[in-house]
């Protein structure tokens, strides 16, 4: 796939960007570069090969699942200007 200037002249006036014939153009070349090494990545041949979430095998050390903070919920609500039934009432905003 290649985009001609007139397609990059879209895209740009869709984004709202302000470019100068000179920056289309330099837009153009790195967006075509994109799209062909996009093309040359779907042209690998990939069956059989698992899917990855991560390039590398790695495993995260974990900690312990520890309450750390005290609970001032009640030191909070009492300075709310409205709460009921321990909620924090605020004014509507959407009708």
Do not use: C, W
């Not at 093309?39 to 698992?50: K, R, S």
């Not at 979430?53 to 009640?74: F, G, K, M």
Request: hydrophobic share 45%; proline share 3%.
């Amino acid at each position: 796939m290649s985009l001609s200037l007139a397609d990059v002249e879209k895209v740009a006036r869709l984004a709202r960007l302000a470019m100068n014939e000179q920056e289309i153009q330099a837009a153009q070349t790195q967006l075509n570069s994109i799209f062909g090494l996009i093309a040359e990545m779907q042209a690998v041949d990939t069956t059989g090969i698992a899917p990855m979430s991560h390039a590398q095998d790695l495993a995260q050390r974990l900690r312990q699942d520890v309450v750390t903070e005290t609970n001032q919920r009640e030191a909070f609500q009492a300075i709310a200007p409205q709460v009921e039934q321990g909620l924090y009432l605020v004014p509507q905003v959407i009708e």
